[in-house]
């Protein structure tokens, strides 16, 4: 190979390793959003339980679920709730415990999820809350990852997913 010939092959070279690293970096990123063992392995680090962030919500309307979720390869503690008819997505920093964001919910699948979350809870006779600290209170070691209400055979449930380590379950509680 002469001279001439290798100088391009350098920086061709580098180029196509950094768009492998980054499409790694990516599909890494797709991985951990999409899995659970990633999620719960995250959760284990955050400060902040998920009852903390249920009660820190409540300023901006009653909680209709709260879960952990990763978004954009980070931990993100979200609330759905609901104040005067309108919906909210509150974001709760799991490290602090306060409300960094909340924007309404006015369409799409959220919307769709709040209504059905919204119509569920009107019907509780206690909170999300307190089924949360419950269910975690009769399983030791666990930690709260998600809560979402709703209707099962007519009787309003809170259905509290819990992990341990890499372990996840999901137990049905009546509100």
Not at 48 to 69: D, K, M, N, T, Y
Request: with cysteine.
């Amino acid at each position: 190979m002469n001279m001439t010939r290798k100088t391009w092959l350098v920086p061709v070279l580098a180029a196509a390793a950094a768009c492998w690293g980054s499409t790694l970096a990516a599909q890494d990123k797709d991985e951990q959003e999409g899995n659970p063992a990633a999620l719960a392995k995250a959760i284990m680090g955050a400060r902040v339980s998920l009852e903390r962030g249920l009660a820190a919500s409540a300023s901006h309307g009653q909680p209709i679920s709260a879960e952990f979720e990763m978004e954009e390869g980070k931990l993100q503690l979200s609330v759905y709730t609901v104040k005067d008819g309108k919906f909210f997505e509150v974001i709760v920093d799991h490290n602090t415990g306060k409300v960094v964001k909340a924007e309404p919910i006015a369409a799409g699948e959220d919307y769709t999820a709040a209504q059905s979350q919204s119509a569920a809870m009107a019907k509780a006779k206690g909170s999300l809350r307190a089924a949360v600290e419950k269910v975690v209170r009769d399983n030791a070691g666990f930690r709260a990852v998600g809560v979402t209400a709703s209707l099962k055979d007519g009787r309003v449930v809170a259905d509290v997913t819990l992990a341990k380590g890499e372990e996840l379950k999901t137990l049905s509680v009546p509100l």
